[in-house]
């Protein structure tokens, strides 16, 4: 019995979303895709990709001090598992040599 009752909410959720897939775009998706097509036709393909490809290592660039402390917590919080007193600066030191 449930079977059936979750397979008509899926097709009533299915047929919903085929309306509105068959909709046609509204004012906004239409300059949007006007001005993609207008941003493509200026700039070239290749340049398109070198000008994404750069934005994406300032991004990991901009993410890496996070990636460091995250990788320093984790080696922190392990070396307190295993019962080393890492509040001693000595074991700090070694942890950052470990790093």
Do not use: C
């Not at 941003?39 to 994404?52: D, F, G, S, V």
């Not at 490809?53 to 460091?68: K, R, T």
Request: proline share 3%; hydrophobic share 45%; aromatic share 10%.
């Amino acid at each position: 019995m449930n079977e059936l009752v979750y397979e008509e909410s899926v097709r009533r959720e299915l047929r919903i979303w085929q309306r509105q897939m068959g909709q046609s775009p509204t004012w906004t998706n239409r300059l949007a895709k006007r001005l993609q097509q207008k941003i493509n036709n200026i700039i070239p393909e290749k340049i398109h990709q070198a000008i994404t490809g750069a934005g994406g290592i300032l991004l990991g660039l901009a993410d890496f001090p996070l990636l460091l402390g995250i990788k320093l917590k984790m080696l922190h919080d392990i070396a307190a598992l295993y019962g080393h007193f890492v509040t001693d600066y000595r074991e700090r030191i070694y942890l950052l040599y470990i790093f």
